[in-house]
């Protein structure tokens, strides 16, 4: 018998929050880790459709169920069924917590305070998104459940000590997913502290089509990004330190575009489709407040995605590598059947004084919110 019990409140108390129209949750035993680690699995559902899943293991967003224009749900993010799918090779960072630093640094190298610091090599000849082995999509985060006035959701707590996957000082990271009571929308808020300075840059890697996971291509949605500037890359994707404008290139969304359009311009390049970062105009917004960053939409569904941050980056990573690996429900997830839009500072910051400083140092507090919303029409 599977160990199950409510995440928030009982069943009468569930069943009255539902006839409201408010968010509710559980949870569940997911399975074991290769080395008999215990996974949860928590539940948000809410009276407007949307269904969303957790696991402990990465602080992972694993199902995220929406309506289209007719009212028919489908989960429009990939990942797998089980434990070990999230724990194999064919695992993508499929909506996972990435950090502690997310994207790339080159060369597996920064230098902080006047000390030297060398990581994995994990994407030749680069460190990404934090580590090999114990990189924070690897570790079994601690679930406590949360209710607020916007919805109901999962905290994740999870404290990496100094040194681990190379990286200094001890971090402590929270990561707080919340549903709306009555939106179909998912707010994510990441918070850290540390006791030496040290690198923060954490993000979700949730791959979308909004024809649901495991549809076939994700060419034919249309894309906006609110960015009139990009970070351009050497041949291994690090920056080169430049930031310049998107206009009169393939990479200019300023307008909804169809992703297809022009995408086969950039397979011979090292991105072998898209995996930029954009330079978010946050036009009229203050730092530190949401402005909208990226809205997707798939014309067929009907649903549409708007991604509102705080942070003044977002990677779109088109799903050049996805290599038709057998996912949830044993769907193929086939080549660019999927995208990613990753909002965090720009990539290897760490090594770019003029870009915007992923340093985090004692007493200071490391914030990020990120919401996706979804509707249909």
Not at 315 to 337: I, P, V
Request: net charge positive; with cysteine.
């Amino acid at each position: 018998m599977r160990n199950r019990h409510s995440v928030l409140f009982s069943s009468v108390i569930a069943a009255t929050l539902l006839a409201s129209t408010q968010a509710y949750g559980e949870s569940e035993h997911f399975g074991k880790t290769a080395d008999g680690q215990d996974v949860e699995v928590y539940t948000l559902k809410n009276e407007s459709g949307a269904i969303v899943k957790l696991i402990t293991l990465g602080a992972t967003l694993t199902e995220m169920h929406v309506p289209d224009k007719d009212g028919k749900s489908a989960d429009v993010v990939l990942g797998f069924d089980d434990v070990a799918g999230y724990q194999s090779e064919d695992n993508q960072y499929f909506g996972v917590t990435v950090g502690r630093v997310a994207n790339r640094i080159a060369k597996g190298k920064f230098s902080l305070n006047g000390k030297d610091y060398t990581l994995a090599v994990n994407n030749e000849p680069n460190h990404l998104h934090g580590g090999v082995k114990r990189s924070l999509d690897k570790v079994i985060w601690k679930a406590k459940e949360v209710k607020t006035k916007l919805g109901v959701g999962v905290r994740f707590t999870y404290t990496s000590p100094d040194g681990e996957e190379g990286y200094p000082g001890k971090l402590n990271v929270s990561v707080t997913y919340i549903l709306s009571n009555n939106r179909n929308s998912v707010r994510i808020s990441y918070t850290a502290k540390t006791d030496q300075p040290t690198p923060v840059n954490l993000t979700n890697h949730s791959y979308f089509n909004l024809a649901g996971a495991g549809s076939k291509t994700v060419l034919g949605h249309t894309l906006t990004i609110a960015a009139d500037k990009y970070t351009p890359t050497d041949d291994t994707l690090i920056p080169t330190g430049k930031i310049e404008s998107v206009e009169g290139t393939d990479l200019d969304f300023r307008e909804p575009t169809r992703i297809g359009k022009r995408i086969k311009s950039l397979d011979d390049t090292a991105a072998i489709g898209y995996d930029h970062n954009y330079v978010l105009t946050r036009q009229d917004v203050k730092a530190g407040e949401l402005a909208v960053a990226a809205r997707l939409r798939d014309p067929k569904s009907g649903r549409i995605l708007v991604v509102r941050t705080t942070e003044p980056g977002i990677q779109f990573y088109s799903g050049n590598f996805l290599k038709d690996q057998k996912g949830k429900g044993g769907k193929a997830y086939a080549h660019r059947s999927a995208l990613c839009l990753e909002t965090q500072h720009y990539p290897d910051s760490i090594n770019h004084p003029n870009f915007p400083s992923v340093v985090l140092k004692p007493g200071e507090t490391y914030k990020h919110v990120c919401v996706y919303s979804f509707t249909a029409k």
